[in-house]
């Protein structure tokens, strides 16, 4: 696992030792930053369930001007603040360790809203509605920005969630990212 393009292009990351983390592979990060990079310079980014922080990293590598890491994992959280502090981006990084509601709850009570929202839950927990909704009732996402979801091919998920819309799925094997867009 690999930081691909930017100020930190190459940086080997560190990885969970176990299962439990899910880091999303190269191929399809490599070619999910090609559909949003022009979403990257000085944006506001949230990694929801951050796991290892690859995707924030690469979007602060690639010119985003914060991102905001939540995991409720002690582990993940860990992991999270040793590939930050690898990648020298402490300055441009908060770290939560906390649920995604909780963390979503204190974000809006502080009126943030976010270019870019990434969302790559632990498959088969049923969490990516609970978090669309949540995202989309705290007016978290701008009005051009975009929601990221990584999910297993198999889920299914609605054309609108409240505000948000699926603009498109795009497929790499077993892995499925979603796009979610606020209505104009």
């Given at each position: 696992?690999?930081?691909?393009?930017?100020?930190?292009?190459?940086?080997?990351?560190?990885?969970?030792?176990n299962?439990?983390?899910?880091?999303?592979?190269?191929?399809v990060?490599?070619?999910?930053?090609?559909m949003?990079?022009?979403?990257?310079?000085?944006?506001?980014?949230?990694?929801?369930?951050?796991?290892?922080?690859?995707?924030?990293?690469?979007?602060?590598?690639?010119?985003?001007?914060?991102?905001?890491?939540?995991?409720?994992?002690?582990?993940?959280?860990?992991?999270?603040?040793?590939?930050?502090?690898?990648?020298?981006?402490?300055?441009?990084?908060?770290?939560?360790?906390?649920?995604?509601?909780?963390?979503?709850?204190?974000?809006?009570?502080?009126?943030?809203?976010?270019?870019?929202i990434?969302?790559?839950?632990?498959?088969?927990?049923?969490?990516?509605?609970?978090a669309?909704?949540?995202?989309?009732?705290n007016?978290?996402?701008?009005?051009?920005?975009?929601?990221?979801?990584?999910?297993?091919?198999?889920d299914?998920?609605?054309?609108?969630i409240?505000?948000?819309?699926?603009?498109?799925?795009?497929?790499?094997?077993?892995?499925?990212?979603?796009?979610?867009?606020?209505?104009?």
């Amino acid at each position: 696992m690999r930081v691909i393009s930017g100020k930190v292009r190459g940086l080997k990351l560190n990885a969970p030792k176990n299962d439990d983390v899910r880091p999303t592979t190269d191929r399809v990060k490599e070619s999910l930053f090609n559909m949003i990079n022009s979403y990257m310079i000085e944006s506001d980014i949230l990694d929801l369930f951050a796991g290892t922080g690859s995707l924030g990293i690469e979007c602060l590598s690639r010119g985003a001007s914060r991102c905001i890491f939540v995991d409720s994992s002690k582990e993940s959280i860990g992991i999270v603040k040793s590939n930050i502090k690898k990648a020298r981006m402490e300055n441009e990084s908060v770290v939560l360790n906390t649920d995604f509601k909780s963390a979503i709850k204190s974000l809006a009570s502080r009126n943030a809203e976010f270019d870019v929202i990434f969302m790559d839950p632990p498959y088969y927990k049923n969490m990516f509605s609970d978090a669309l909704s949540a995202v989309d009732n705290n007016n978290l996402l701008k009005e051009d920005g975009i929601i990221l979801v990584e999910h297993d091919t198999k889920d299914k998920f609605p054309n609108s969630i409240g505000r948000l819309y699926k603009s498109k799925d795009k497929k790499y094997g077993g892995t499925t990212i979603t796009f979610y867009k606020m209505e104009e």
